[in-house]
């Protein structure tokens, strides 16, 4: 465990934003996602990460959540998994609109448009909840304004586990305001392991096969001019980054950046 899953010592109550629940989506028995309001003073970039929870004992018991709404939503979105003995999602997973979440001063993470280096196509890749951070940026003019093409694949075990699928195909190319951005430049790559279906694998097969850049009618990567995101389980992230790092391709960071960033989606205990 990491300071960041970690649950937090108490803390007192100015620590934390107390944010009520507005909207509740289960996906499966294992997904779901929430929106929360906003404190106007609550100030983000797309892609960041943020301390969530819930008052248990009278204790805040925070987690590391990527938000998944883009910075300049009005209210905050979260993309979670449902943990059946985790401290925090086994209970996260019974709130209903009204109730209050703790949501941290305090957004932070890697997964910012600021740790790349300029480029001509930007991957996001992610496994499962790793979606979340994309759900954010994919929603962001500012990805659109950097990169001529924007490629997001999300891969899960089982196909009822693509959640966000009509978002990706449908919702946000012929969105009123952001559609007519987004449409000539998103591509949308789902990926399935466990079950049959129109692309099928790990994404770390995928990208070394070259079956992922044959399907999309694109080159193969190329550090000159294609960017990349991460977000995913860890071994997921180790394997990437081998790939990548074998390709020429260098991590960035906000302070220096690079060809590739990455986050975890979780820690493993
Ligand atoms: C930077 C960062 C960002 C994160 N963003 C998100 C997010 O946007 N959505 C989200 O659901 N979780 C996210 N997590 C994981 C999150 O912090 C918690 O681990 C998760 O909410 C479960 O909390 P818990 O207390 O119920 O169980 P924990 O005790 O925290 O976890 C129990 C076990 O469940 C597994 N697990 C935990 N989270 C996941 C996950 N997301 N996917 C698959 N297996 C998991 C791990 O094996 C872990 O050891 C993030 C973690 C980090 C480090």
Redesign the pocket.
């Known amino acids: 465990m990491t300071d960041?899953?970690a649950a937090a010592p108490a803390k007192k109550a100015g620590a934390f934003l107390h944010e009520t629940v507005t909207w509740v989506q289960h996906w499966t028995d294992s997904l779901f996602s929430f929106r929360t309001t906003r404190d106007p003073a609550f100030r983000f970039q797309s892609g960041q990460?943020v301390m969530v929870g819930l008052e248990v004992d009278g204790k805040p018991l925070l987690?590391?959540?990527?938000i998944a709404s883009p910075s300049w939503h009005d209210e905050l979105e979260?993309?979670?998994?449902k943990?059946e003995s985790?401290?925090?999602?086994?209970r996260l997973q019974k709130i209903q609109v009204g109730d209050q979440v703790l949501i941290g001063k305090k957004p932070t993470?890697t997964l910012v448009l600021d740790g790349l280096k300029p480029g001509k196509r930007l991957y996001m890749l992610g496994t499962?909840?790793g979606l979340?951070p994309w759900l954010s940026l994919a929603r962001d003019p500012e990805v659109y304004d950097r990169f001529d093409e924007v490629i997001v694949t999300h891969t899960v075990r089982n196909v009822a586990d693509l959640n966000y699928r009509e978002l990706f195909e449908t919702e946000l190319p012929q969105d009123e305001i952001l559609g007519e951005i987004v449409a000539p430049k998103l591509r949308y790559y789902p990926t399935v392991t466990r079950e049959p279906f129109k692309h099928q694998g790990r994404i770390t097969d995928l990208i070394a096969s070259g079956k992922i850049f044959e399907d999309l009618g694109l080159p193969p990567l190329d550090p000159a001019v294609d960017r990349l995101m991460l977000c995913g389980?860890p071994s997921v992230l180790a394997d990437l980054k081998v790939l990548l790092e074998a390709r020429g391709y260098v991590e960035g960071s906000l302070a220096s950046p690079g060809d590739y960033v990455l986050?975890?989606?979780?820690?493993?205990?």
Not at 78 to 81: D, L
């Open positions: 960041v899953t990460f987690r590391a959540y990527s979260f993309y979670s998994i943990v985790g401290p925090l999602t086994s993470g499962g909840t979340a389980g986050e975890r989606a979780f820690v493993e205990t």
